[in-house]
């Protein structure tokens, strides 16, 4: 079956450093969603992608369909304490009967 | 436009005993897709609704079942409840199976 392969598991920063994650897929993708989760909370959208090579920015959050159609990269620019939370990346390919296939997550902790 | 929501927010049960929970999507919305999600661990699809029809369904056993009504409002419904089954339940709407999908607050779910 499809897999999505996000990393890196979780990234200890300090603020106002950028932050980057990807995920890779194993088959090509038409749709790339990046989500970040609070704790207790839902996930919520924060950026779409739909074409290979699109780039899209939310704010300090600039995410990347990648060429390939396989993998996707969201950055993060001058983090702040409020980025803290785990991030998701999700999509959908080809066979996947429009089902959303997610990433494992990335956790972001500022560091003291 | 009210976002997705989930009843009950918190929910403590017995081992054997029964539970529903509910989600209202967004007005408009057409897929409901359920979600389970344990300490520390990523979204395990359980499975997705359009138009009153499972469409896709998660690897999960039998106890765990759904339904959704022709307004769109969906439930999920988990019998003979285990202490594994204590999670964060997500339900998430999107227009159509193929777009972004948005999320509820979720249903907190402790077995004892």
């Known amino acids: 079956g499809q897999q999505l392969n996000q990393s890196p598991q979780s990234m200890f920063i300090q603020e106002g450093e950028d932050v980057s994650m990807n995920c890779t897929s194993s088959?090509?993708?038409?749709?790339w969603l990046w989500y970040k989760q609070d704790p207790g909370e839902g996930p919520v959208l924060l950026i779409a992608?739909?074409?290979a090579g699109e780039l899209t920015s939310n704010g300090r959050l600039t995410a990347q369909f990648g060429i390939t159609r396989k993998d996707s990269f969201l950055n993060i620019s001058a983090s702040i304490p409020s980025d803290v939370g785990i991030y998701f990346c999700?999509?959908?390919?080809?066979?996947?009967?429009?089902?959303?296939?997610w990433g494992a997550g990335t956790k972001l902790i500022i560091k003291p | 436009k009210a976002g997705v929501t989930q009843t009950p927010r918190y929910l403590i049960k017995t081992r054997g005993q029964q539970v529903t929970l509910s989600c209202s999507p967004i007005?408009?919305?057409?897929?409901v897709s359920w979600y389970q999600q344990t300490p520390g661990q990523g979204l395990q699809f359980l499975f997705e609704?359009?138009?009153?029809?499972?469409?896709n369904k998660g690897n999960f056993p039998g106890r765990f079942s759904g339904r959704q009504f022709s307004n769109s409002r969906s439930e999920m419904n988990v019998s003979t409840l285990e202490l594994g089954d204590s999670a964060l339940y997500l339900c998430?709407?999107?227009?159509?199976?193929?777009?972004?999908?948005?999320f509820g607050p979720g249903t907190r779910l402790t077995v004892l």
């Open positions: 999700a999509g959908q390919g080809e066979d996947s009967n429009y089902q959303l296939i």
């Open positions: 992608l739909y074409k």
């Open positions: 998430a709407s999107s227009v159509s199976s193929y777009n972004e999908q948005f």
């Open positions: 609704y359009f138009s009153e029809t499972q469409r």
């Open positions: 007005s408009g919305h057409r897929s």
């Open positions: 088959s090509i993708f038409n749709t």
